[in-house]
Structures are given as C-alpha cells and as structure tokens.
C-alpha cells in the first residue's frame, strides 16, 4: 500500500523551463511534506519542506505548493537548469516528523 | 563529523553470507535511521533509533536483518544469511530536532 505515490517515473524540460514535479498521497494524517534531491552515488538531499499549515512555500526557485483537500503537492522548479537534474523525492511524515514515507521518485531531465 | 559517513561503500557478497553495514551519524544527532532503496523503487523505512527509547524495528522485512546502535551514536545493520533481493542501497540518516534528516551516501549490496 503506497501512502504517497509519484506517477511519473521521469520528466524531461528545457533549461530555462519551469519543471513541475507531482506528488499525491493517501494518509491523511500526514501533516508535514518534504522534497528531496539525488544525484548517482549520493544520498538524498533535503530540498523544501511545507507544513499542513500552508498552501505554498517558497525558496529561491524552488516552490511547493500543497491542496490538501486533494492531497496532493507539487514541486515548482523554475527556471530549470541542467544541473537539477536528477532524481526528485517526495516524503511525508505525521505528527513528530519520524519515519519519513517516500514516494519511488521522479527522475528530472533538464536539456541545454 | 560533517556529515553521515556510511561504510563500506559499495558491498558484493555471495548469497547466504552475513553482511555488516555501518553508520557513523553526525555528532549529537539523537536519531537514526535506516532505509533502503532498491532498484526503481523509492526509499523503503527499515528501522529508527531515538535516543535511548527501544528501536522503532517495524520496517524491517525479515528476521535476517537487525540493527543496534551503540553508545547512542555508531549502527550497525546486518544481514544474516543475505539472499538476492536483500540487493539495494542501504541509507543511513540522522536528525537533531525535527525533520531535519540528513542523509549518507549509501552503501550499495549486491547479492551474486
């Protein structure tokens, strides 16, 4: 049972581009969502995060925007830039913030 | 250290042999984890250390694998009689406070 899913196995834009990363999940007493970034041969990197609280948040070129009557969030990035390429997690928690869930990941291409 | 230092690297071990992976957390994080991340899938929870309370150990899959973390800082999983699909990248995270994970870089276990 995936209690947060990822659709899209990968994505392909053009550098300068916005890149739109998706994200739903099943759980509703989730109340905290993170983003994370990997690249080959490393560990995952924290991105963003969003709060239950809120609707959006936003970092630099990064956003994060979260419907929770939907339940789903989404990851903004833009402009994209080659070197965001790579694989893009989505994570939830609830409550105290222990045992992140994460989603199977979206492997994001940006061309030049 | 500065970051999570996680060894060995990478692991090739023929099937049926224990395997032992280490965690090194970054100094004063209370809590670690343990997740797993095999190929095409996302990063599957394994188990968590918090403090001194006993281990969260709900995620994981068999009673092959264990995990202890001594002095409140050094883990230590192992795979006891380790079989094909145990084949993964093994991440090691730790966290002050809440959400603030940070991850290693993995070890990656190939079973042949």
């Known amino acids: 049972d995936q209690q947060v899913k990822q659709n899209s196995p990968s994505l392909s834009v053009q550098e300068g581009r916005i890149s739109i990363l998706n994200c739903d999940y099943t759980?509703?007493?989730?109340?905290?969502f993170l983003w994370y970034k990997k690249y080959p041969a490393e560990g995952p990197t924290f991105l963003i995060s969003?709060?239950?609280?809120?609707d959006k948040n936003e970092d630099g070129r990064f956003t994060v925007f979260l419907n929770k009557s939907a339940k789903h969030l989404s990851l903004h990035i833009v402009p994209s830039q080659p070197g965001d390429s790579a694989v893009y997690f989505c994570?939830?928690?609830?409550?105290?913030?222990?045992?992140?869930?994460f989603g199977a990941g979206t492997i994001l291409r940006v061309k030049s | 250290g500065a970051g999570v230092s996680q060894s060995p690297s990478n692991k090739v071990t023929e099937k049926g042999k224990d395997v032992e992976l280490r965690c090194d957390p970054i100094?004063?994080?209370?809590?670690l984890y343990w997740y797993r991340q095999s190929l095409g899938q996302g990063l599957e929870f394994l188990i968590y250390?918090?403090?001194?309370?006993?281990?969260?150990k709900s995620g994981l899959p068999s009673d092959r694998f264990s995990a202890e973390r001594t002095g409140g800082s050094v883990s230590t999983l192992t795979i006891q009689r380790t079989q094909q699909e145990d084949s993964a990248v093994y991440l090691c995270?730790?966290?002050?406070?809440?959400?603030?994970?940070?991850f290693g870089s993995g070890t990656r276990l190939t079973v042949v």
């Open positions: 995270a730790s966290r002050r406070g809440n959400y603030g994970y940070t």
């Open positions: 759980n509703s007493m989730f109340d905290y």
């Open positions: 969003i709060s239950s609280i809120k």
């Open positions: 994570a939830a928690s609830g409550g105290d913030g222990n045992k992140l869930v």
């Open positions: 100094s004063g994080h209370t809590a």
């Open positions: 250390f918090q403090g001194n309370s006993a281990p969260d």
